[in-house]
């Protein structure tokens, strides 16, 4: 890569550099912390790894973090894994997120939306009110603090009451989308055993109802540890026998009980799927997210009470839980149920318009398919108000930042545009939105503070200006406090410091360049990526494999040089199977009811046999290179594969693509 200096796309104004809560927080650090007070963002930045101690008190301290038992210092162990945050300390995330309660009662929390795109608020008096009814039912029920509370559900308010009951009582969240098949959702809560299920009796997408009682009726047969079902009449059905009704626990005038918990207490488990087995249930602590997500949110989006953040997600996904932390920073925010492209591409920046976002968030994937369709956003709607758009998923391409930037600025408009990168693993950025930074195209604007990420060699030397694997060298307060059946540690530990001990290793190519900004390239693993949601190999295998006519299958995601992604699942078909549309459809179908739309193949193509390791295990990331255009010789080692011949079908299918 260049080291060349080029121009930026965009640069902040003095205006708008003096005024970003970034510039407030560096200013009060140096006075009361002996942050550097020259060098910018960089020697911010440098401070806030080489002192993290400090740096982590300073955010604590900025934000107002209420600890009702004082901490005996901030990192009691700063080895990972098993770093320790704020031993001694008590707090509650459920308490943060409703403070602008006391201040802004009558003002919006929440905007809901729906597919008719007309916002419904719930005032922070609402919300706070029907949070402490909640919580007082749940404790009702015996759901004492590490009980594991689940949601099948949309983006709907109802969602984040429930989390945030949970939350105040003590209780573990966990969630997926109601567009995901039993048999995804059963992978996930069968884990944590979940003793209260919120479900919905079904949701519309795309302009249609999708009942899914009966999907709801095989989760409470599959989870014998259920004590409770709570019933949300969305498409307007009578509850189901033995379910409690929503409205009758949401009722009450109860002030809320925030349960004071140690700073690590498990607050929700968030799911990422590997190449072998269940999903990894990720366990992520009530401290460790809480001054994570003020940091991120409050520093990094430089979101506050006068915001409004719409983020286009669903509950299945970390974004939906980063999104509901915007309430720590007092930010109304914005809960979109629906198709991202209904009744048109457009959909989502009529959206941000009708609800005055100010930080519109989405992936890249939706900017590159706006510009293909010939949508102009800042010319057809009035995005006066939007200060920022962030994009995340996958790595925005140049012609996206050039497309976003142009758009804007011919209304005028000095738009931010936040290429941001992290994972479900840490629930959070690595690096992305700096407000007080250019933009450059095709890059992330800067590690973020209290990150130590690096760009690694496999001996474990850092680069510069070349590409290597995202590494962090300092513990973040929300990295996983363990895995969900983990005894011993030692899937946690494979997942992260198999490769450098006591270093993370996050599975992407990075570069870091010599400006200090950052450049994603994709996954370094064979983990599927799609629109920023990761999918298990392992799950598509194992459905499809039920079939008797497919023998064994194997399943890339390729990044593609546009932004694209190119997802094929390659099928070896047993004696006398055939390839045909009626086995198409059945493969398709069967991936779409077990799993979830998403994780349906762009397409099936039939192979002469899958290759193997000498130890049997299937090659994904050498096939993945290969489709890439890496030679043979250089994807992949010939002594390793059981069978050689067999990928110079993949080689030739390469050659055809490009």
């Known amino acids: 890569m260049s080291t060349v200096n080029p121009q930026p796309l965009w640069q902040p104004d003095p205006q708008r550099i003096a005024r970003a809560r970034i510039t407030a927080f560096q200013t009060w650090a140096v006075e009361h912390h002996d942050a550097p007070a020259e060098g910018g963002y960089a020697a911010l930045h440098r401070w806030s790894v080489d002192e993290p101690e400090t740096f982590w008190q300073a955010v604590a301290e900025w934000f107002d973090v209420r600890f009702t038992s004082p901490w005996t ?265 629906g198709s991202p492209g209904f009744p048109d591409t457009g959909a989502q920046w009529r959206i941000a318009e009708r609800t005055g976002a100010t930080l519109f968030g989405t992936s890249a994937a939706y900017v590159m398919a706006c510009r293909k369709a010939g949508v102009h956003p800042a010319r057809d709607h009035d995005l006066s108000r939007v200060q920022c758009v962030a994009t995340t998923g996958s790595p925005l391409p140049p012609d996206g930042f050039r497309w976003l930037h142009d758009e804007f600025a011919e209304s005028g408009a000095d738009l931010w545009i936040a290429s941001v990168s992290g994972g479900t693993d840490v629930c959070s950025c690595f690096a992305g939105a700096v407000p007080t930074l250019p933009v450059y195209i095709g890059e992330l604007q800067a590690p973020g503070l209290g990150t130590d990420l690096q760009s690694w060699d496999p001996a474990g030397n850092p680069l510069t200006d070349e590409v290597g694997e995202l590494v962090v060298t300092n513990p973040m307060p929300s990295m996983p406090i363990r895995f969900w059946n983990d005894p011993d540690g030692s899937r946690y530990r494979d997942s ?42 392992a799950d598509i295998y194992e459905a499809v494999e039920r079939l008797p006519e497919i023998k064994e299958s194997l399943v890339i995601g390729v990044e593609q040089p546009d932004g694209g992604y190119w997802m094929p699942l390659f099928v070896h078909l047993a004696p006398g199977a055939t390839l045909d549309e009626a086995l198409l459809t059945r493969v398709k179908r069967t991936i779409r009811e077990q799993l979830s739309p998403r994780h349906v193949p762009d397409e099936i193509i039939e192979v002469p046999g899958i290759p193997h390791t000498l130890t049997g295990k299937r090659i994904e990331v050498p096939v993945k290179r290969l489709l890439q255009g890496t030679p043979l010789d250089k994807a992949v080692n010939p002594g390793s594969i059981d069978n050689l011949d067999l990928l110079s079908f993949y080689e030739e299918l390469a050659r055809k693509r490009a």
Not at 78 to 84: F, T, V
Not at 163 to 181: H, I, M, N, R
Not at 522 to 535: A, F, I, K, P, W
Request: proline share 6%.
């Open 496 to 537: 992260y410091f198999d490769t450098y001990p006591g270093v993370w290793r996050h599975g992407d190519w990075i570069t870091v360049t010599s400006r200090g900004s950052v450049v994603i390239h994709g996954r370094s693993d064979s983990t599927l990526n799609r629109q920023g949601v990761r999918m298990g190999s």
């Open 73 to 337: 210092r901030v990192l009691g162990d700063r080895s990972m894994p098993g770093a320790q945050w704020f031993p001694g300390a008590t707090v509650n995330y459920a308490e943060h997120a409703l403070r602008a309660a006391a201040t802004r009662a009558e003002e919006p929390a929440l905007l809901h939306v729906d597919e008719t795109h007309e916002p419904t608020p719930v005032t922070w008096a609402e919300l706070r009110r029907q949070v402490g009814s909640l919580a007082a039912e749940l404790r009702a029920l015996g759901v004492r603090p590490g009980d594991r509370v689940s949601g099948y559900l949309p983006n709907i308010p109802q969602a984040v009451v429930a989390l945030l009951a949970t939350a105040a009582v003590g209780g573990v969240w966990t969630s997926c989308a109601p567009d995901f098949g039993a048999r995804s959702v059963l992978d996930r809560f069968q884990q944590v055993e979940p003793v209260v299920l919120f479900t919905v009796d079904g949701y519309r997408y795309g302009g249609k109802e999708h009942d899914r009682r009966e999907t709801v009726a095989e989760l409470r047969r599959e989870l014998p540890t259920l004590r409770a079902v709570v019933h949300i009449p969305l498409l307007g059905s009578e509850a189901p026998e033995g379910a409690l009704e929503w409205e009758a626990l949401t009722a009450a005038d109860t002030e809320p009980v925030f349960e004071q918990l140690p700073f690590d207490h498990p607050l929700w488990v968030l799911y990422s799927s590997g190449t072998t087995g269940l999903p990894k249930a990720i366990v992520q602590s009530q401290g460790g997210i809480l001054v994570e997500h003020l940091k991120q949110l409050g520093l990094h989006c430089d979101l506050g009470p006068e915001d409004r953040f719409f983020w286009y997600t669903s509950t299945g996904w970390m974004m939906w839980n980063f999104l509901v932390s915007g309430l720590l920073t007092g930010t109304t925010i914005v809960l979109y149920d």
